[in-house]
């Protein structure tokens, strides 16, 4: 039985990544474990004080954020470095994990937007801009929580003289 390899190439500032998707035993160890990490994040944004959506948004991520353990980053660093490949310009693909210690010398920021990606491409379905169903996607139905609700129009009547 043979099974289909899926992968997503991706283009972060200027330098191409071939990310394989986690296969769904170990998909699904990574997503549970987010999933708690933010959890208790999400579950105290709304008692989260904000003068704009934005600022809201930023709390509440830099509250999943200080959730995720200094363990489970590593385990997402490393499981998706075992599962991305570097697309030269030349064609070539060196793997990841195996040049890891210098690619991502001094550019942290960088490293972060990869694992971002990487979490994009395994939890797409949770993360898309709506479900197969045609409903909200779980993060759109989060999103929408946090969303500034239109005025009201008054019921009451005015009297003008």
Known sequence: ??????????EIDGEKYEIRLLDAIHGYRVYVKLLNAVGG?????????????GELALKTI????KNLSPELA????STFAKTTCIVKPDGKKPELKDVFLTHFRGRYAHMSKWLFACIKANFADFLAEGSSEGGPSPL???????????PTASTGSSSES
């Open 62 to 65: 830099g509250a999943a954020l």
């Open 140 to 150: 759109e139905a989060l999103k929408a929580m946090f969303q500034e609700k239109p």
């Open 74 to 77: 590593e385990e997402l660093r």
């Open 41 to 53: 994040a999400l579950e105290g944004a709304g008692s989260l004080k904000g003068s704009s959506k």
């Open 1 to 10: 039985m043979s099974y289909e390899v899926l992968t997503e190439t991706v």
